[in-house]
């Protein structure tokens, strides 16, 4: 999750509504051109609003993975890919890690799970140019690929990879369907969908204070419920769909982040964001405790298979 916030300018809201602009107009010219396979008409008109996320300015990033640790926007590390993967062969695979903000699980794919090449993407050049020093010192160029892309339709051919890899992005999606359809089609057939997110549990007041938290610091989040992934997963032909709570899980690491923020890394913080920043750091790290405990949003981990 992403403890920081950064200031939307409008600028960057120009921005958004000329790429979501591109990115509808460029699918419609891409069904016509046939470069597509079958997208209904609904997906076209959801697609152009396909939603991206937060520009991370360099404090937010180097903020973000002081509290998650080296490569990581999210919670758990390494050893939450490696848990994402259980019983799931990532030897030799070809994996597309989609959102993969600073590198980090691209890195352990390869080192730890043995994946034979990642193709690591981002909308973000912020935290896409971290990704690329993660994986140079690393020295795995010739294993991961990082590739800046626009919001929209994925820029690969069908049937391109075994694996697409997906941790908190989804979360940025307003529309669950067009992402789904267009991971369905980059996956190879029995290519398999692995990944976690947060889910909306309940609209209590716990839910209602961090998503109201999160609209006043400009960000674009849109909780989903389960159902209605599952529902967009099976709408684009996805089989085998699986689904994990992870929300104790997270609502433990949550709180251990929210101890650090408190305690080892206060001083380290408040000289990188100042007191006020220090603060609504302190304050986003309680209220996704709160809104964890008070069953309001929780994580899980899916998983789901492109048919044979
Ligand atoms: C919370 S971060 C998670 C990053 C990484 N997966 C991790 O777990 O550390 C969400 C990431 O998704 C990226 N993102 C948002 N919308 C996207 C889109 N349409 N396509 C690709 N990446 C996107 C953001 O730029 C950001 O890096």
């Given at each position: ?150 919001p929209g339709p994925l820029p690969f051919d069908p049937g391109r990879f ?147």
């Amino acid at each position: 999750m992403n403890p920081q916030a950064p200031q939307i300018s409008s600028a960057l809201i120009e921005t958004t509504a000329a790429k979501r602009m591109s990115s509808a107009f460029d699918l419609v010219a891409r069904v016509s051109a046939g470069s597509i396979g079958p997208v209904n008409l609904c997906n076209i008109a959801c697609a152009g609003l396909m939603i991206m996320a937060n520009n991370y300015d360099q404090k937010n990033i180097a903020t973000m993975e002081m509290v998650y640790g080296k490569g990581y926007l999210s919670a758990g590390g390494d050893a939450e890919v490696a848990d994402l993967f259980h019983e799931l062969d990532a030897r030799g695979a070809s994996v597309l890690d989609l959102g993969c903000g600073l590198g980090g699980a691209a890195v352990s794919m390869i080192r730890d799970l043995g994946a034979g090449h990642v193709t690591a993407v981002d909308i973000d050049s912020n935290v896409l140019a971290r990704a690329e020093e993660l994986v140079k010192i690393n020295g795995l160029q010739s294993r991961i690929a990082t590739r800046l892309i626009e919001p929209g339709p994925l820029p690969f051919d069908p049937g391109r990879f075994d694996i697409v890899y997906m941790t908190a992005v989804a979360c940025h999606f307003e529309y669950l369907l067009p992402l789904f359809t267009e991971i369905h089609r980059v996956l190879k057939p029995s290519g398999t969908l692995v990944g976690r997110d947060w889910i909306k549990i309940a609209c209590n007041q716990e839910y209602t204070n961090w998503d109201n938290f999160l609209r006043e610091q400009g960000l674009n989040f849109f909780f989903a419920e389960i159902n209605m992934f599952s529902h967009a997963m099976k709408a684009s032909g996805f089989l085998d769909i699986e689904f994990v709570d992870k929300t104790e899980t997270m609502e433990a690491l949550s709180q251990k982040a929210l101890d650090q923020v408190n305690g080892s890394l206060k001083d380290a913080l408040l000289e990188k964001l100042g007191g006020k920043g220090y603060e609504e750091c302190v304050q986003w790290a309680r209220i996704r405790v709160t809104a964890l405990s008070g069953k309001g949003i929780g994580q899980y981990r899916f998983r789901a298979r492109v048919p044979g």
